[in-house]
C-alpha cells in the first residue's frame, strides 16, 4: 500500500469513528436509538470528508515544495537528520538569529545544542526543533537536527517538520563537508 494511501486510511479512521461515536453518545443521550447505518454515515461522512480534505492538501503543499515521489519518512510528523559541519554552535546560533525565517523563532540553549520553538501557525500547533552536537573532531562536528509538533497527537502537519528541518540543513548547508 501507497504511504499516501495509508494516511488517507489512517486519517479516516482516527477521526471518523471519534466523530461517529461521540455523535453516537448524543444521539442515546438525547433519547435516541442505535440504527447502524446513521452510525455508518457518521463514520463514512465525517472520516470521508477529512480525509479527503486533509491528506489531498498536505499531498498537494508536499508535491508544491519538490518532494518527487512521497515516502513514508516524508510524512512522518516527527522528522530528524544527521548532518555535519565545520561551524560550532554559537556559529549555528548565529546563523538562525540571522536567517529571515528562523530569527522569529524562540531560540533557546541547553546542554549540547540548541532548541528552536515556533508559534502556532494555521497549519499546526507549533514546532520544537532540537540540534544536539553528537559529535566533534578536529572541528569537525555531527549534529542531529530534529524537529517535533509541539502536540504529540498531531497526524498531519503539513509538511511543517520536513521543511523546518529542511531550513536548518540549508542555514547550515554551505559548511558541508
Given at each position: 500500500?501507497?504511504?499516501?494511501?495509508?494516511?488517507?486510511?489512517?486519517?479516516?479512521?482516527?477521526?471518523?469513528?471519534?466523530?461517529?461515536?461521540?455523535?453516537?453518545v448524543?444521539?442515546?443521550?438525547?433519547?435516541?436509538?442505535?440504527?447502524?447505518?446513521?452510525?455508518?454515515?457518521?463514520?463514512?461522512?465525517?472520516?470521508?470528508?477529512?480525509?479527503?480534505?486533509?491528506?489531498?492538501f498536505?499531498?498537494?503543499?508536499l508535491?508544491?515544495?519538490?518532494?518527487?515521489?512521497?515516502?513514508?519518512?516524508?510524512?512522518?510528523?516527527?522528522?530528524?537528520?544527521?548532518?555535519?559541519?565545520?561551524?560550532?554552535?554559537?556559529?549555528?546560533?548565529?546563523?538562525?538569529?540571522?536567517?529571515?525565517?528562523?530569527?522569529?523563532?524562540?531560540?533557546?540553549?541547553?546542554?549540547?545544542?540548541?532548541?528552536?520553538?515556533?508559534?502556532?501557525?494555521?497549519?499546526?500547533?507549533?514546532?520544537?526543533?532540537?540540534?544536539?552536537?553528537?559529535s566533534?573532531?578536529?572541528?569537525?562536528n555531527?549534529?542531529e537536527?530534529t524537529?517535533?509538533?509541539?502536540?504529540?497527537?498531531?497526524?498531519?502537519?503539513?509538511?511543517?517538520?520536513?521543511?523546518?528541518?529542511?531550513?536548518?540543513l540549508?542555514?547550515?548547508?554551505n559548511?558541508?563537508?
Amino acid at each position: 500500500m501507497s504511504p499516501i494511501l495509508k494516511l488517507y486510511l489512517k486519517v479516516f479512521l482516527f477521526t471518523g469513528i471519534p466523530y461517529a461515536l461521540i455523535m453516537l453518545v448524543f444521539d442515546l443521550l438525547g433519547g435516541g436509538q442505535f440504527v447502524l447505518t446513521k452510525f455508518m454515515l457518521w463514520l463514512v461522512g465525517f472520516g470521508g470528508l477529512m480525509s479527503l480534505s486533509l491528506v489531498s492538501f498536505y499531498w498537494l503543499k508536499l508535491k508544491k515544495a519538490g518532494v518527487a515521489e512521497i515516502t513514508d519518512a516524508d510524512l512522518k510528523v516527527n522528522q530528524s537528520r544527521i548532518i555535519q559541519s565545520k561551524f560550532s554552535m554559537k556559529e549555528i546560533r548565529d546563523k538562525l538569529q540571522h536567517d529571515p525565517e528562523t530569527r522569529k523563532m524562540k531560540i533557546e540553549e541547553q546542554e549540547g545544542g540548541l532548541i528552536l520553538e515556533t508559534k502556532a501557525t494555521w497549519a499546526s500547533w507549533g514546532e520544537l526543533i532540537e540540534i544536539k552536537l553528537l559529535s566533534s573532531v578536529n572541528g569537525n562536528n555531527e549534529f542531529e537536527v530534529t524537529s517535533s509538533p509541539k502536540v504529540e497527537t498531531t497526524l498531519i502537519d503539513f509538511g511543517k517538520n520536513l521543511k523546518n528541518v529542511n531550513r536548518i540543513l540549508r542555514i547550515v548547508g554551505n559548511s558541508m563537508m
